[in-house]
């Protein structure tokens, strides 16, 4: 089997699923207040790579769960993710006008809107994980996966690398410092999205459920340092969002720190880690170490 055309299928087959899965659990757009629904759906449906979703339907299948029990968690984890899109494209934060090839929130609405849309997304995201009936887990699994978003996306996590990176602006990190900053703010994300999938099989031996998580935090550091690296090289059509804004905001970077070829060393060693945590699985993590090549390998 070609392992590109694999992965291709995979990743169609997932996106188009998460789609539905989305749609699904948004709130309708007539439904009152309609303008926040509007704009959560908006802000959410119809583009976006689907990483992390990709991410917990790759891992399930790695460890035997079916999809249809992980459609709750990749929903929870993407409404977090945009979310935080939402609001790092604020005035205040980013000051980003476009988004995913489109006019980000902000811009399509207005700026108290979009902070409205990105905090429902938020509470929506737990709502799921504590509610949704797909989610056939133990109550301690479910609660689990509850602390797991949680710690991910708050201070520990997500929001307190956005702290560091604004608090960053025109200073100079050191490597640990750099990393330190991106394991919150992408990695935490990105690592959720697999556990996730980990809790979704109450009794995973913690041998498999600690080589995933390494799994993920080495992608986690490759996907940013990927998306520092197409800051740099790409364009703001390929990229669907505004080129170069790291460097116009004088903000800490991978290429800034190592150069462009260290950056790309960095994101070569950081993909060769993730596939060694997986050298104690079979054919089954297959889509893990093609998704892992496709992060340090994507245009966009």
Known sequence: MNPERSLSDF???SQERVERALDARLPAADRMPERLHQAMRYSVLGGGKRMRPLLTYATGQTIGVAA????????????????????DDLPAMDDDDLRRGKPTCHKAYDE?????????????AFHVLAQDPSIAVPAENRIAMIETLAKAS???GMVGGQAIDLASV?????????ENMHIRKTGALIRA??????????????????????????????????????????DTQTLGKTRG??????????????????????????HEAALESLAGFGPEADLLRELARFIIQRQS
Do not use: W
Request: hydrophobic letters at 40%; a negative charge; glycine letters at 8%.
């Open 11 to 13: 990743m169609r087959s």
């Open 68 to 87: 249809d029990l992980l459609d709750g968690p990749a929903c929870a984890v993407e409404f977090i993710h945009v979310y935080s899109l939402i609001h």
């Open 112 to 124: 108290a809107t979009a902070i409205l849309a990105g905090d429902g997304l938020q509470a929506l």
């Open 154 to 156: 708050g201070p520990a």
């Open 170 to 178: 025109g200073k100079k990190l050191d490597l640990p410092g750099l």
């Open 193 to 234: 999205s697999v556990r996730l999938a980990c809790l979704a099989r109450p009794g995973l031996p913690a041998e498999q459920f600690d080589r995933l998580d390494h799994y993920a935090k080495c992608i986690g550091l490759a996907f940013q340092i990927q998306d520092d690296i197409l800051d740099e090289e790409s």
């Open 245 to 270: 804004k790291d460097r116009d905001h004088n903000k800490p970077n991978y290429p800034a720190l190592l150069g462009l070829s260290g950056a790309k060393e960095k994101a070569e060693e950081m």
